[in-house]
């Protein structure tokens, strides 16, 4: 736990002061004391304040990255146009409870293109896996210098992008990294839209359509206890939020979580609820802006 005081966080834009600053903090603080980590790409809402929030209550320093990385951005996504809002970032997470806010250029991140890859197999290959090809090794490899950089005790990390969740577990499972992942819950508006810092770019009439993601994402546990299988359910919801015109579905699927493989396709979700987690993810259009939401129900038995 560290004082309620709060104070204005520092911004860090280089490695090596950031580096700096960590291990002055633990040399002060003492050997019990511990980072957290929250990597984001700024443009800081209520989503990422809970994460910073969460960090701060359980560690003496609270590390915010803020890093639009160009490797997780396919050629035609919104990379360029990505919202960016400095000053705006700085006071949300102060607010938050952020000591340092670390916010490189891409040169300070890649002063030479990597040649090393971090690419996590299946866990990969569906979802926003598949819809855009190379994202997950654009995370891999920054969410891995993240963590080299800042050598975290606990990094935060939010349900929101469950996939991303997943994946970053494993890595660091497989390659025995020294932090522990803390999945936190999906943070939504009043009306049920899950935040994102792609909701600016929604027209008033998009926003109202995309409620539709989180109202059918709540029928799921109905249809589930009905008697559902996954392919029973995702045509269900498919059908739902396609009765809005402007919904463009990229995705609907329901796999088992962590590993994002189907279930038995014959099995009645209920069934396979008993021993396993089910994702029922969605990924949908709206003009532009792309939109992601789920629901994670745990397995009965863990
Ligand atoms: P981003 O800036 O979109 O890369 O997100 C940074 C971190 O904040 C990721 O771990 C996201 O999963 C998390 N995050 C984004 N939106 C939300 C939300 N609505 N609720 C909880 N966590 C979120």
Redesign the pocket.
């Known amino acids: 736990m560290k004082s309620a005081l709060v104070s204005a966080p520092r911004i860090v834009r280089s490695i090596a002061e950031l580096r700096k600053e960590i291990r002055a903090f633990r040399l002060a603080a003492g050997p019990e004391a511990t980072v957290g980590l929250v990597?984001?790409?700024?443009y800081l809402?209520e989503?990422?304040a809970?994460?910073m929030r969460r960090s701060a209550k359980e560690n003496g320093l609270t590390v915010l990255s803020i890093f639009v990385n160009p490797l997780q951005f396919g050629p035609n996504e919104d990379f360029e146009r990505y919202p960016r809002d400095e000053k705006r970032d700085v006071a949300v997470a102060g607010e938050a409870g952020a000591d340092l806010i670390f916010m490189p250029q891409v040169s300070e991140m890649y002063p030479r293109p990597p040649k090393t890859s971090v690419i996590v197999s299946g866990i990969t290959e569906r979802l926003c896996g598949a819809s855009r090809p190379g994202h997950f090794d654009g995370v891999g490899i920054v969410v891995s210098k993240l963590l080299h950089i800042v050598e975290p005790d606990r990094a935060y990390?939010?349900?929101?992008?469950a996939q991303?969740v997943a994946v970053v577990t494993r890595m660091v499972e497989d390659l025995n990294m020294p932090v522990e992942i803390v999945p936190?819950?999906?943070?939504?508006d009043a009306d049920g839209l899950?935040?994102?810092?792609r909701n600016v770019y929604l027209s008033a009439e998009e926003r109202k359509q995309a409620l539709s993601l989180s109202q059918t994402l709540k029928l799921v546990p109905g249809w589930i206890e009905e008697g559902a299988n996954a392919s029973e359910l995702t045509r269900r919801m498919r059908e739902r939020i396609g009765e809005q015109p402007l919904a463009d579905i990229d995705y609907v699927e329901a796999l088992l979580y962590p590993d994002l493989v189907p279930p038995d396709a014959d099995r009645p979700l209920k069934d396979v609820l008993k021993n396993d987690s089910v994702l029922v993810a969605v990924a949908v259009r709206f003009g532009q802006t792309r939109l992601i939401d789920n629901i994670l129900l745990t397995a009965e038995k863990r």
């Not at 990597?39 to 700024?42: C, Q, R, V």
């Not at 936190?184 to 939504?188: E, H, K, N, Q």
Request: charged fraction near 10%.
């Open positions: 990597p984001t790409m700024g809402h989503g990422h809970s994460l990390f939010g349900l929101k992008d991303q936190c819950p999906i943070v939504r899950a935040l994102s810092s």
